[in-house]
């Protein structure tokens, strides 16, 4: 047998052999077949609970990585509590958070309602017609109004899930001014409207507004009267202790923020820049 021969030899013996030989695969090599087990089933989990380092990355604070620092530092509480563990799981309906400010998973909303006369300012049901039903299409997000427009009242109400906005109005050194356009049921006489310019005492407690003045081109009936007081209360206390009533109440703008193309009972979502203007004020 030569060289050719051997080798061609070899090659048949080496080769594709018989049937059997064929249908064999030897890709795995000599790695042991794994015997499977049944595995019980994963627990389902739990759509009330999220991780911590989620619900705060959710929030728009910061990455979940960044999160996972801060919570380790301390900086993240949970219902008043410092939580440092890993993979801790809070309720959606925990208190957390982070430097001391209240952190809220949910996107961020921001809706401008042009309010009629009948909806109760409230989030409680049970009252009959409400804000709620009139901006219930206008987000996901569990937004609620800023102060009180009563029934009776119209005009501006702004609903919102972020809670720094929410302080911002309700701070009551700096808070945010609303204008309101008012009718009495007769004339303003001019010295209780410099009364109410220089602020007096209603059972001790000093009642001021912003301003006051009466509206151009109109009788003395309808003034124009800004506040920053969150509640439209103040108002009619002011003109029921000088026996006037308030036939009519319309929030006409807060802050910068108007009715312009608000049709009433309608609203709008707040552009970049009305946002970032009402930051600033």
């Given at each position: ?25 030897y890709a795995r ?219 009519n109440l319309d ?31």
């Amino acid at each position: 047998m030569n060289r050719h021969q051997g080798s061609k030899g070899k090659g048949k013996a080496s080769g594709r052999g018989d049937n059997n030989t064929r249908s064999k695969s030897y890709a795995r090599g000599n790695a042991p077949i794994k015997k499977t087990t049944p595995t019980s089933p994963k627990k389902a989990s739990n759509p009330d609970e999220i991780r911590l380092n989620k619900y705060v990355a959710n929030s728009g604070i910061c990455s979940r990585r960044e999160a996972d620092v801060h919570i380790a530092t301390g900086l993240v509480t949970v219902n008043g509590t410092v939580v440092t563990e890993m993979g801790y799981k809070v309720k959606l309906g925990d208190e957390v958070r982070y430097d001391g400010g209240r952190v809220n998973p949910e996107k961020k909303a921001y809706v401008l309602l042009n309010k009629p006369k009948g909806f109760a300012t409230t989030t409680s049901e049970g009252k009959g017609r409400t804000v709620m039903d009139l901006v219930a299409n206008a987000t996901t997000s569990k937004i609620k109004p800023i102060g009180r427009l009563g029934r009776n009242s119209k005009g501006l109400l702004l609903f919102t899930n972020d809670e720094q906005i929410h302080d911002k109005f309700t701070n009551s050194k700096n808070g945010v001014g609303r204008l309101f356009h008012i009718e009495l049921d007769k004339n303003l006489k001019l010295e209780d409207l410099k009364k109410i310019q220089a602020g007096f005492k209603i059972e001790g407690k000093l009642i001021g507004v912003e301003e006051i003045s009466y509206i151009d081109g109109a009788t003395k009936r309808e003034i124009g009267l800004k506040i920053k007081n969150t509640g439209n209360t103040i108002v009619r206390t002011i003109f029921d202790y000088l026996k006037y009533e308030i036939v009519n109440l319309d929030c006409v703008a807060i802050g910068h923020l108007t009715k312009k193309d608000i049709p009433r009972g309608h609203w709008k979502h707040l552009t970049e820049q009305e946002l970032n203007t009402l930051k600033m004020l």
